[in-house]
Structures are given as structure tokens and as C-alpha cells.
């Protein structure tokens, strides 16, 4: 079974910068695609970025909203995946949930990814 936990979520202001990490668990992380999404109230859950972490060296693939201002990385030893955010904007408010996909590729959508974690909240204040 695998559970995802993520954490580092809060209150910046804009500007500012904040890591979500995500922990994973059940299966070594080099097994799957890694996703991050955000959900604000009343609005479809978006795309923010991936990595494939079976691609060795992938740099990450991105929402073009985010480009340049978030970076994926992850650490196989302590089986986790991170979201650095900088820049972060009001926009950028939203529960921040990581997801986990066994089919290796560049997954996009909600319905690329099978396992999710139960969400970080993120709120950037102008």
C-alpha cells in the first residue's frame, strides 16, 4: 500500500518562498512519477509540476503559470519528494496535494495518478 504524507504548507506573504515536502512510503521512490497538484476552493484541481524520478537526471516538467518559479527535486534516500516555491504570489493560494503514478510518463492530469496525499494548505497573502 502506498501512503503519501505531505507537509511544509502555511501562511507567507508574497514574495516569499516555502518547501512542501512529500513522503513516500510502501514502495522505493524510484518506482514512480511524482505530481503535485493545488485545488483552490470552488476550482478544478490543477496541474503544478511532475518528475518521472525513473528518468535519471529529469528536471522536472511544469504548469506554465509556475515555470521558473517551482522547482521538483527529491531525495531517494529519505524517499521523498519536495516543492521548493518561490515568488509565491496570492494566486498561488490552494491545498497542495503530491500524487504518485506506477505508468511512467510525463502525467498531466488527476487521472494519471493513482495514489494521493490528503493535502497541504498554502496561503499567500498580498
Known amino acids: 500500500q502506498v501512503q503519501l504524507v505531505e507537509s511544509g504548507g502555511g501562511l507567507v506573504q508574497a514574495g516569499g518562498s516555502l518547501r512542501l515536502s512529500c513522503a513516500v512510503s510502501?514502495?522505493?521512490?524510484?518506482?514512480?512519477?511524482m505530481g503535485w497538484f493545488r485545488q483552490d476552493s470552488g476550482k478544478e484541481r490543477e496541474f503544478v509540476g511532475g518528475i518521472v524520478i525513473p528518468w535519471s537526471g529529469s528536471p522536472g516538467f511544469y504548469a506554465d503559470s509556475v515555470k521558473g518559479r517551482f522547482t521538483i527535486s527529491r531525495d531517494n534516500v529519505k524517499n521523498t519528494v519536495y516543492l521548493q516555491m518561490t515568488s509565491l504570489k496570492p494566486e498561488d493560494t490552494a491545498v497542495y496535494y503530491c500524487?504518485?503514478?506506477?505508468?511512467?510518463?510525463?502525467?498531466?492530469?488527476?487521472?494519471?495518478?493513482?495514489?494521493w496525499g490528503q493535502g497541504t494548505q498554502v496561503t499567500v497573502s498580498s
Open positions: 510502501g514502495r522505493g521512490l524510484s518506482n514512480y512519477v
Open positions: 500524487a504518485a503514478s506506477l505508468t511512467i510518463r510525463a502525467g498531466r492530469t488527476p487521472r494519471d495518478y493513482g495514489y
